[in-house]
């Protein structure tokens, strides 16, 4: 989903829209925001998008106002594309994961409030939002792994055996 357009007058994608999701809250536009204001955390430019997402979480979690403010700002671009998910699909349950699950609740009491202001009230309290508690990488393991079992079951789909 971090393609879906949440800004129509928006940052540009790489993929050729603009103000997508992926634009205001992945780990590497998050980066990008440290990097364009480094005393929020100094020597972000040298870090990870990870590192440099873990720092601001951590700063914000210890009380430092501008991470703190940074942080809820990213939120309320995940509850944008919470609330747009909720009100075309009208889900049971959404996980936030990755990286950003990584900000914790402060993150999900903001993303939740989003969601409370702008759905469909009918819908948007009938939809649970938790943080996940997978490392990481869990969704590209389990594609890996869907990718892997399928070749493990039909090796010669993938090889020319005429």
Known sequence: IGHVSIDVNGKPCDCGNVGCLERYCSANAIHERLNANPSIIPGCETMTHAQACAALFAKANAGNETATLL????ARYVGYGAVTIINAFNPTHIVL???IAQAGQPLLDEVTQVVRER???EIGRNTRITLSALPTDATV???AAVAITNFLEHPSMFFDVA
């Open 97 to 99: 994961g990755d990286i």
């Open 141 to 143: 393991t389990g594609a």
């Open 119 to 121: 759905t469909i009230p």
């Open 71 to 74: 942080m809820l700002d990213v």
